[in-house]
Protein backbone atom coordinates (compact mmCIF):
# COMPACT_ATOMS: atom_id res chain seq x y z
CA UNK A 1 0.00 0.00 0.00
CA UNK A 2 1.67 3.70 -0.69
CA UNK A 3 0.56 6.29 1.14
CA UNK A 4 1.88 10.29 0.51
CA UNK A 5 4.58 10.47 3.62
CA UNK A 6 3.69 12.77 6.17
CA UNK A 7 5.83 15.97 5.47
CA UNK A 8 8.24 16.28 8.64
CA UNK A 9 8.85 19.83 9.61
CA UNK A 10 9.90 19.40 13.31
CA UNK A 11 12.76 16.62 13.93
CA UNK A 12 15.21 17.14 16.95
CA UNK A 13 18.79 16.03 16.34
CA UNK A 14 20.79 15.41 19.39
CA UNK A 15 24.19 14.59 19.99
CA UNK A 16 25.50 13.61 23.35
CA UNK A 17 28.89 11.61 23.46
CA UNK A 18 28.86 9.47 19.90
CA UNK A 19 24.92 8.85 19.88
CA UNK A 20 22.96 10.67 17.79
CA UNK A 21 19.05 10.84 17.86
CA UNK A 22 16.62 12.48 15.41
CA UNK A 23 12.99 12.53 17.14
CA UNK A 24 10.46 13.01 14.59
CA UNK A 25 6.82 15.26 15.13
CA UNK A 26 4.58 13.16 17.51
CA UNK A 27 2.41 12.94 14.44
CA UNK A 28 4.81 10.37 12.61
CA UNK A 29 3.78 7.64 14.85
CA UNK A 30 2.03 4.49 14.48
CA UNK A 31 -0.56 5.26 16.92
CA UNK A 32 -1.14 9.17 15.45
CA UNK A 33 -0.49 9.22 11.70
CA UNK A 34 -3.71 9.15 9.69
CA UNK A 35 -5.49 10.32 12.80
CA UNK A 36 -5.57 7.00 14.64
CA UNK A 37 -5.73 6.50 18.77
CA UNK A 38 -3.47 3.78 18.77
CA UNK A 39 -1.98 0.92 17.76
CA UNK A 40 -0.49 -2.16 18.34
CA UNK A 41 1.37 -3.34 15.12
CA UNK A 42 4.73 -1.96 15.92
CA UNK A 43 5.66 -6.06 15.24
CA UNK A 44 4.29 -6.10 11.54
CA UNK A 45 5.55 -2.09 10.77
CA UNK A 46 9.06 -3.04 11.89
CA UNK A 47 9.33 -6.36 9.92
CA UNK A 48 8.45 -4.28 6.86
CA UNK A 49 10.52 -2.05 7.25
CA UNK A 50 13.23 -4.54 7.60
CA UNK A 51 11.98 -5.29 4.15
CA UNK A 52 12.62 -1.87 2.66
CA UNK A 53 15.64 -1.76 4.34
CA UNK A 54 16.94 -4.94 2.80
CA UNK A 55 16.02 -4.49 -0.44
CA UNK A 56 16.50 -0.99 -1.31
CA UNK A 57 19.94 0.93 -1.37
CA UNK A 58 17.70 4.49 -1.31
CA UNK A 59 17.48 3.57 2.91
CA UNK A 60 21.28 4.06 4.23
CA UNK A 61 23.04 4.18 7.35
CA UNK A 62 23.46 8.04 8.64
CA UNK A 63 26.28 9.26 7.66
CA UNK A 64 28.18 12.60 9.02
CA UNK A 65 26.04 12.99 11.74
CA UNK A 66 23.03 12.99 9.01
CA UNK A 67 19.79 11.15 8.30
CA UNK A 68 18.33 10.66 4.95
CA UNK A 69 15.00 12.02 5.08
CA UNK A 70 14.05 8.74 2.78
CA UNK A 71 13.80 7.53 6.11
CA UNK A 72 10.48 9.23 7.10
CA UNK A 73 8.63 8.15 3.97
CA UNK A 74 9.60 4.89 4.78
CA UNK A 75 8.60 4.77 7.85
CA UNK A 76 5.33 6.24 7.21
CA UNK A 77 5.06 3.84 4.41
CA UNK A 78 5.51 1.16 7.19
CA UNK A 79 3.18 2.63 9.62
CA UNK A 80 0.29 2.97 7.42
CA UNK A 81 0.25 -0.76 5.90
CA UNK A 82 1.27 -2.20 8.66
CA UNK A 83 -1.15 -0.80 10.30
CA UNK A 84 -2.99 -1.97 8.08
CA UNK A 85 -2.51 -5.36 8.14
CA UNK A 86 -3.29 -5.67 11.74
CA UNK A 87 -6.26 -4.50 11.73
CA UNK A 88 -7.23 -6.51 8.94
CA UNK A 89 -5.80 -9.41 10.64
CA UNK A 90 -6.29 -9.13 14.36
CA UNK A 91 -9.91 -8.69 15.89
CA UNK A 92 -9.03 -8.08 19.70
CA UNK A 93 -6.87 -4.89 20.03
CA UNK A 94 -3.78 -4.64 21.92
CA UNK A 95 -2.44 -8.31 21.26
CA UNK A 96 1.77 -7.84 20.60
CA UNK A 97 2.36 -9.97 17.83
CA UNK A 98 6.26 -11.60 17.56
CA UNK A 99 7.97 -12.16 14.32
CA UNK A 100 6.87 -15.70 14.05
CA UNK A 101 3.24 -14.40 14.00
CA UNK A 102 3.75 -12.02 11.60
CA UNK A 103 5.29 -13.93 9.05
CA UNK A 104 1.90 -16.38 9.39
CA UNK A 105 -0.31 -13.47 8.70
CA UNK A 106 2.00 -12.18 5.46
CA UNK A 107 2.14 -15.73 4.59
CA UNK A 108 -2.19 -15.51 4.46
CA UNK A 109 -2.11 -12.30 2.77
CA UNK A 110 -0.18 -13.45 0.29
CA UNK A 111 3.38 -12.33 0.59
CA UNK A 112 4.56 -15.86 0.94
CA UNK A 113 8.13 -14.50 -0.41
CA UNK A 114 8.63 -11.45 1.52
CA UNK A 115 11.33 -12.49 4.43
CA UNK A 116 12.16 -15.76 6.62
CA UNK A 117 12.67 -15.54 10.70
CA UNK A 118 16.28 -16.33 11.07
CA UNK A 119 18.14 -16.61 14.94
CA UNK A 120 15.95 -15.61 17.61
CA UNK A 121 17.88 -14.85 20.60
CA UNK A 122 16.11 -14.25 24.66
CA UNK A 123 18.28 -11.63 26.12
CA UNK A 124 18.53 -9.37 28.90
CA UNK A 125 18.59 -5.66 28.72
CA UNK A 126 21.11 -5.55 31.65
CA UNK A 127 24.79 -4.70 32.20
CA UNK A 128 24.89 -7.40 35.17
CA UNK A 129 23.37 -10.76 33.56
CA UNK A 130 25.57 -14.02 33.73
CA UNK A 131 26.44 -15.62 31.50
CA UNK A 132 27.69 -12.37 29.35
CA UNK A 133 25.87 -14.06 25.93
CA UNK A 134 22.61 -13.22 27.86
CA UNK A 135 22.98 -9.85 27.19
CA UNK A 136 21.59 -7.43 24.64
CA UNK A 137 24.95 -6.22 24.04
CA UNK A 138 27.05 -9.23 23.53
CA UNK A 139 24.49 -10.07 20.91
CA UNK A 140 23.69 -6.44 19.56
CA UNK A 141 27.72 -6.72 19.04
CA UNK A 142 27.63 -9.90 17.32
CA UNK A 143 24.82 -8.85 14.65
CA UNK A 144 26.58 -5.15 14.19
CA UNK A 145 29.62 -6.86 12.94
CA UNK A 146 28.11 -9.48 9.88
CA UNK A 147 28.80 -8.08 6.76
CA UNK A 148 26.18 -6.90 4.60
CA UNK A 149 22.77 -5.46 5.44
CA UNK A 150 21.15 -6.89 8.20
CA UNK A 151 17.93 -6.51 10.23
CA UNK A 152 16.63 -7.59 13.59
CA UNK A 153 13.46 -6.90 15.50
CA UNK A 154 13.60 -6.01 19.32
CA UNK A 155 10.61 -6.96 21.33
CA UNK A 156 10.87 -5.83 25.01
CA UNK A 157 8.16 -4.42 27.14
CA UNK A 158 6.05 -5.11 25.15
CA UNK A 159 6.84 -2.99 22.39
CA UNK A 160 8.46 -3.74 19.22
CA UNK A 161 11.76 -1.69 17.40
CA UNK A 162 13.86 -2.25 14.03
CA UNK A 163 17.64 -2.38 14.39
CA UNK A 164 19.86 -2.20 11.47
CA UNK A 165 23.51 -2.67 10.61
CA UNK A 166 25.47 -3.11 7.48
CA UNK A 167 28.22 -4.77 9.42
CA UNK A 168 30.41 -1.29 10.82
CA UNK A 169 29.81 -1.84 14.41
CA UNK A 170 27.14 0.61 14.36
CA UNK A 171 23.51 -0.17 14.67
CA UNK A 172 19.99 2.27 13.88
CA UNK A 173 17.21 1.86 15.77
CA UNK A 174 14.13 2.62 14.86
CA UNK A 175 11.04 3.35 17.53
CA UNK A 176 7.65 3.85 15.81
CA UNK A 177 6.26 4.33 18.66
CA UNK A 178 5.05 8.09 20.29
CA UNK A 179 6.66 9.20 23.14
CA UNK A 180 4.58 12.16 24.99
CA UNK A 181 7.37 12.52 27.37
CA UNK A 182 9.82 14.08 24.47
CA UNK A 183 6.70 15.39 22.81
CA UNK A 184 7.81 13.42 19.68
CA UNK A 185 6.65 10.48 17.50
CA UNK A 186 9.01 8.11 15.98
CA UNK A 187 12.89 8.10 17.30
CA UNK A 188 16.13 7.27 15.57
CA UNK A 189 19.04 6.02 17.44
CA UNK A 190 22.35 5.65 15.52
CA UNK A 191 25.53 4.29 17.29
CA UNK A 192 28.18 2.11 18.22
CA UNK A 193 26.32 -1.18 19.23
CA UNK A 194 27.23 -0.50 23.24
CA UNK A 195 25.84 2.88 22.50
CA UNK A 196 22.70 1.88 21.51
CA UNK A 197 22.42 -0.89 24.44
CA UNK A 198 23.07 1.49 26.91
CA UNK A 199 20.41 3.90 25.60
CA UNK A 200 18.07 0.90 25.34
CA UNK A 201 19.26 0.29 29.39
CA UNK A 202 17.77 3.88 30.54
CA UNK A 203 14.88 2.82 29.43
CA UNK A 204 14.64 -0.39 30.00
CA UNK A 205 17.08 -1.51 32.97
CA UNK A 206 16.52 -5.36 34.05
CA UNK A 207 14.23 -6.01 31.60
CA UNK A 208 13.94 -9.30 29.27
CA UNK A 209 14.03 -9.16 25.53
CA UNK A 210 14.29 -11.02 22.02
CA UNK A 211 15.74 -10.23 19.21
CA UNK A 212 14.54 -11.95 16.24
CA UNK A 213 16.92 -11.51 13.05
CA UNK A 214 15.06 -11.28 9.82
CA UNK A 215 16.10 -11.93 6.21
CA UNK A 216 14.35 -11.05 2.91
CA UNK A 217 14.19 -13.61 0.38
CA UNK A 218 16.09 -13.27 -3.17
CA UNK A 219 13.05 -13.62 -5.57
CA UNK A 220 11.13 -10.35 -3.22
CA UNK A 221 15.50 -8.38 -3.32
CA UNK A 222 15.19 -8.39 -6.88
CA UNK A 223 11.45 -7.05 -7.26
CA UNK A 224 12.82 -4.27 -5.07
CA UNK A 225 15.34 -4.00 -7.68
CA UNK A 226 13.69 -3.39 -10.22
CA UNK A 227 10.40 -1.18 -7.95
CA UNK A 228 13.72 1.36 -7.41
CA UNK A 229 15.07 1.43 -11.00
CA UNK A 230 12.02 2.09 -12.77
Known amino acids: METKPLPVTSVLLIFFLIVSIWRTHVQ ?22 A ?3 SGSSQLPMPHSKSLSRVWFHAVANAIVEGNHIYDANIS ?26 LRHWPVWVSHFTQPLSCTLQFQL ?9 HSTVLVCSKRSRLIVSEGTGSVLLVDTHSHPEMKSGTTFVFSKECQVASYLLKTKRDAFATLTEVKITELQREQFQRKFSD
Open 28 to 49: LSQGRLGGRNGSSACTVIAVLL
Open 141 to 149: DKFSRKKGK
Open 92 to 117: KPGVLLDVNDVANILKRNEFEDIFLP
Open 51 to 53: KTF
